[in-house]
């Protein structure tokens, strides 16, 4: 089995934290579901009106604001860094991104400079021809054509 690279291992850590914050948010979001549903058991449901707008109770309202009030705080834990503004944060966060690059080798470097240079050799003279042999003659012949 091939050796992770540093990238691969970020991005699973990375996968990691991500399912368990979901977990942790589902966990919360269930146990919400839960306390809703058995204030709901314990409150006896109103006569039946007319109108479906009249049917709200007020203890329906406050649970939506309670599940509300509970969402927000579970965000909150779940930020990792306080609300704070860091000085040296934003060169911090650079220094670990850094870190988590995959950086060629000098081989590698050398290689593909090579190609690079290769490839503008050969262009450059393609062109050059192009203009010399081809275009440059063709231009003077219809030009020519008119005097």
Known sequence: MAKKSKTQRAKASAARAARKEQAQLQAAEAEASKVAEADA????APKRKFFKKSQKNETSVNDGK????QRKELEKKAEKKPAKKRRFGFLKDVRSELKRVTWPTKQDVLRWSVVVVVALLFFGVYVAVLDNVVITPLLIGISGLGA
């Open 41 to 44: 058991v314990e409150t006896e």
């Open 66 to 69: 309670q599940e509300k009030a």
